[in-house]
Every structure is written in structure tokens, then in C-alpha cells.
């Protein structure tokens, strides 16, 4: 691999790369929600929910994290009503992931429910497309995080969505804490998380998303928690700062997504990313969030981290090969991936 050239679109497309921190509603492309509404309206002519195209043209990307969690999402449930057409989501996200390069994928979903399936249904529906999609394409593995919703489950809720967790391991590796940031006392789900820990999966949780938190202290209270891994990191005072770096936790970033969605002052020369990515005791992983809404995906991703924070070539599959470390696979994975990296820094020749 000669080091000296410049990171471009095909180095970054061809890197073998992780994705710690996709949600599944929200890596659904807008093509996908289109193709699904032109089903509904074609089963039904009464259906009378706006094209999903029309309301988020291709490519407009300025939307807030209200517009989110009030728009996109409203079109993932109103669209995803049955279990067919959510295999049919699912095959989609991960046919594009796969074509991005993606060899390792730790999909996050919060096990719904509706009048035509359950919980469980929906998990076994989800983990069936997983299977059938990695017996056709064997060279991504992709693995479940179930998330618990903090703004609208009950503590009893989330004992649930944990149990839902461990009684479909080893597919499903971990849950999370997601959901509006701006709800719910994180406090309540600490049972939740330490079952989950004691039953051997990892934990990831929403961290420092908003400028406020919801309660004061919860930042101190999820760290309590012992997490493996912290999503988004954004707003984060220095003293726990510390107390991460302290703990080694994995960082998942997700630079567009901070940035279009407006979640700090600035833009990209202003992420996070630069005051995190060469600290060693935190490895950092860089991911999409929901790439269907912002519509950058992984190899964008370290793109324009190596645009905007200078990286070089090594500096790139450095920081992919320090991701693996905090995947929630077991050894074997990590070792294939770590075997990838060679291969691709070894072969590659432009």
C-alpha cells in the first residue's frame, strides 16, 4: 500500500470496514421507502400516506433531530406494518452495507410490536433475513443490538427487551439505550443493563447526544452502568472525559449525521472526532447512525475524516483496526477481521 497517496472515495470503499452504530429503521434508503410505498399504494389505492420521496427528496440532507424523530421515523412505522415488508427493509440495508464494504455489521433495532406481529415475531423475522442474506454473501457477518427505548419503556419494558436479547444469543450480542434524549430517567434501566451484562452481552449506550440531559447526573449514571461502548459522545464535560479515557470505553461517531443534524455548534473541522481519534485507551469507530436519513455511508465516513482532520492512509486503516477491538463478537470474528486489514494493506495497489 503506498502510504503517501491521499485517501480517496476507492481506498475508503475498498478499506474492509466495520459499522457499530446503525439503527434499522433508520439505514432504510429513501429508493427502499419509496419502493415500499409504491407496494402499499398498489395493494391498497387508498393508501394515503405522502411518497417518501416527495417529503425527503434524494440527497437533502439539512434536516434537524426533531424532523427525525417526527418525520423519517413516522415513514419507517407507517410503512413497515407487516413482517414482509420489513424482511424487505432489512435485505436493503444490508445489501447496502454490504456494497459499501462493510464486513462486520452490528445492526440496532427496538423490538416493536402492532396489531400483525410481536415482539418476537419482528426479532425473528429480523435475525431470518440476517441468516439468509449472510448464506448468499458470506463475507459480511452481521449481528443484533436490541435498543431499549428511554423515552417511552418501562423499566419492566426494558427487563423484557434484555430477556428478548439473550434468548436469541448468539445472533443478538447486546443491547442499547436509545430513543428521544431528551426523555425518560436513565436511572430506571440500570437493573436492565446489569442483567444483560451478567448474561455476557455488551452494552452500548446514547452518551452526551444533547447539549442538556434530560436528568441532571445522568452522564455520571451511564457510566455507572459499566458500558463497552458509548454512542455520539458530543457534549461531554472534561472531568468525564477523563473517567472515559480512565475506563477505556469504544467511541462510536457518527461525524455527518452530528453535523447535518445540527447537535453541536459548527461544522465538520469542528467534530469530536479530532479530540478523540488518537487517544489510545479509546478506540474510536466511525459509523453512520442512519445513513438512509443522511446518506453517508461508512466509506463516506472516513472520507471526510480524512479530509477535514488530515489523515493519512495508515492513519485510516489504523483507526479500522483498532475498531475491531470493541466489536461485540467473540475472538474468532476479530481475528477475521484482523486478517482482512493485513490482506487489504499487503494487495492494494492504487
Known amino acids: 500500500m503506498d502510504t503517501t497517496t491521499p485517501v480517496d472515495p476507492a481506498f475508503t ?11 434499522l429503521s433508520g ?19 387508498t393508501f394515503d400516506l405522502l411518497d417518501p420521496w416527495v417529503v425527503m427528496p434524494p ?42 464494504g462493510i464486513k462486520y455489521l452490528e445492526l440496532r433495532t427496538i423490538p416493536r410490536s402492532s396489531p400483525h406481529f410481536t415482539q418476537e415475531s419482528y ?3 429480523v435475525l431470518a433475513t440476517i441468516t439468509a442474506f449472510a448464506e448468499r454473501h458470506p463475507d459480511l457477518t452481521t449481528r443484533l443490538i436490541l435498543s431499549i427505548d428511554r423515552g417511552e419503556h418501562t423499566p419492566t419494558d426494558a427487563d423484557a427487551v434484555v430477556n428478548l436479547a439473550i434468548a436469541n444469543k448468539p445472533l443478538v450480542v447486546g443491547v442499547d439505550i436509545a430513543g428521544n434524549p431528551a426523555k425518560g430517567h436513565i436511572a430506571t434501566f440500570g437493573p436492565a443493563l446489569a ?25 455520571e449514571t451511564i457510566l455507572g452502568f459499566g458500558p463497552d461502548r458509548l454512542g455520539h459522545v458530543i457534549h461531554v464535560p472534561e472531568l468525564l472525559r477523563t473517567e472515559i479515557v480512565h475506563r477505556r470505553v469504544g467511541l462510536e461517531l457518527c461525524i455527518s449525521c452530528n453535523v447535518h443534524a445540527k447537535l453541536f ?13 488518537k487517544v489510545e485507551e479509546c478506540p474510536v469507530v466511525l459509523c453512520t447512525d442512519d445513513v438512509g436519513f443522511f446518506c453517508s455511508p461508512v466509506s463516506n465516513e472516513y472520507l471526510l475524516a480524512a479530509k477535514h482532520f488530515y489523515l493519512t492512509r495508515t492513519d485510516v486503516v489504523d483507526i479500522a483496526r483498532r475498531a475491531v477491538s470493541v466489536i461485540f463478537a467473540g475472538e474468532e470474528e476479530k481475528k477475521r477481521l484482523y486478517r482482512l486489514l493485513d490482506e487489504f494493506v499487503a494487495g492494494y495497489s492504487q
Not at 470503499?13 to 439503527?23: Q, S, T, W
Not at 439505514?27 to 389505492?45: F, G, Y
Open 13 to 23: 470503499k475498498l478499506l474492509p470496514k466495520i459499522e457499530l452504530h446503525a439503527h
Open 27 to 45: 439505514s432504510i434508503s429513501r429508493q427502499c421507502l419509496h419502493d415500499l410505498w409504491l407496494q402499499k399504494r398498489a395493494a391498497d389505492p
Open 265 to 277: 455548534d459548527g461544522g465538520f473541522l469542528d467534530h469530536h472526532f479530532r479530540d478523540w481519534w
Open 195 to 219: 442483567k444483560a451484562k451478567a448474561a455476557g452481552l455488551g452494552v452500548t449506550v446514547h452518551f452526551a447526544e444533547v447539549r442538556t440531559p434530560a436528568v441532571e447526573g445522568e452522564l
Open 123 to 125: 426479532i425473528t423475522t
Open 59 to 100: 440527497g437533502k440532507v439539512d434536516y434537524t433531530l426533531d424532523t427525525f424523530l417526527k418525520t423519517f421515523s413516522a415513514f419507517t412505522y407507517q410503512l413497515l406494518t407487516d413482517l414482509p415488508s420489513i424482511a424487505y427493509a432489512t435485505t436493503s440495508v444490508l445489501s447496502d452495507f454490504h456494497a459499501d
